[in-house]
């Protein structure tokens, strides 16, 4: 059974930060592309960066310079690191797995930007 658990959301200040970390169980983790996605309330699901096996990161034009995502092939986790978090920045972030036709996603984790 394949699951991707995410944590580390939670309620931060404006020019914040927190680290959001996705375990997988159930795939052979280092060959798939992850991916963070997010969705604030009455938007569409986004992208909000990437990280391919080998690698290379993607990110949205509105997280590049504040947000970092990596991998942990052993330990088979993905992290995306948030800096100088903004309001728009609310929303649940969901953990994605990717392989070809492939794809797996996580029950999310919510993120809230507020003072």
């Known amino acids: 059974q394949v699951q991707l658990v995410e944590s580390g959301g939670g309620l931060v200040q404006p020019g914040g930060s927190l680290r959001l970390s996705c375990t997988a169980s159930g795939i052979s983790f280092s060959i798939y592309v992850m991916g963070w996605y997010r969705q604030a309330p009455g938007k569409q699901r986004e992208l909000v960066a990437t990280?391919?096996?080998?690698?290379?990161?993607n990110y949205a034009d509105s997280v590049q310079g504040r947000f970092t995502i990596s991998r942990d092939n052993a330990k088979k986790t993905v992290y995306l690191q948030m800096n100088s978090l903004k309001p728009e920045d609310t929303a649940v972030y969901y953990c994605?797995?990717?392989?070809?036709?492939?794809?797996?996603w996580g029950q999310g984790t919510q993120v809230t930007v507020s003072s």
């Open positions: 990280i391919t096996a080998g690698g290379t990161t």
């Open positions: 994605n797995a990717r392989m070809r036709t492939i794809e797996y």
